[in-house]
């Protein structure tokens, strides 16, 4: 591996009545292999046992940043967040999903090696239920694709200057990761990756997979 720099990474993970699945993300985005990270988490006014899971885990990792406010929506949480980062780079994860150990890492390396690329997205881990593993295809209405295919807000990864110069996440009734892609795209390269190191969890009852695969 060729040597690369150390950037702070912020991760965003935004949360919201995930009591029984949430720590498990958080110590995915704790346990990397790239260590140079703060941890932004936004409850997002959860009714269930979700502050009581995180509050001795934030307490004990100086790298936690944790907010908790009222019920605002994903888009507006994730934004909470990118307004808090202070990180070179920044990314996503949903409270239901994981990252594989190097996730982190392999993205930072190939960043810093192409200072052309402002945003990666992709490849995913897909568990549970062939039956849940597709979605709607917000690019052909009527349609219905299978999660890999899709751009997964979960998978994205971006200098967060280019994040803010875009706005952050619009908010819009569904599709905000579709919709931030395309408008980043505009002005900016964007590039698929091909390592699957993010989970993609379609496993939760009331997780809404099947309309809209941007939803944490």
Not at 46 to 60: H, K, R, V
Not at 71 to 83: I, M
Not at 150 to 177: H, K, N
Request: glycine fraction near 6%; charge should be positive; hydrophobic fraction near 40%.
């Amino acid at each position: 591996t060729k040597d690369f720099g150390t950037p702070l990474v912020s991760v965003i993970l935004c949360t919201y009545n995930r009591e029984k699945l949430v720590t498990k993300a958080v110590k995915s985005a704790l346990n990397q292999s790239y260590r140079n990270i703060e941890l932004i988490i936004i409850d997002d006014g959860s009714a269930d046992g979700t502050m009581a899971q995180l509050t001795p885990i934030a307490l004990a990792d100086p790298r936690i940043i944790f907010v908790r406010h009222a019920n605002k929506g994903l888009a507006r949480s994730r934004n909470v967040g990118l307004r808090l980062a202070r990180g070179k780079y920044v990314c996503f994860l949903d409270s239901d999903d994981w990252y594989l150990r190097d996730h982190i890492r392999k993205r930072v390396e190939l960043m810093e090696r192409r200072n052309s690329i402002a945003m990666l997205y992709g490849r995913v881990h897909v568990r549970g239920p062939r039956s849940k593993q597709s979605v709607v295809d917000l690019e052909h209405p009527g349609k219905m694709i299978h999660v890999s295919r899709c751009y997964v807000g979960g998978t994205f990864f971006a200098r967060r200057s280019v994040l803010m110069r875009v706005g952050g996440f619009r908010e819009i009734p569904f599709g905000e990761d579709l919709d931030l892609v395309l408008r980043v795209k505009k002005r900016f390269a964007v590039r698929r990756v091909d390592f699957p190191t993010y989970v993609y969890n379609c496993t939760p009852s009331d997780r809404l997979c099947l309309q809209n695969p941007s939803r944490g």
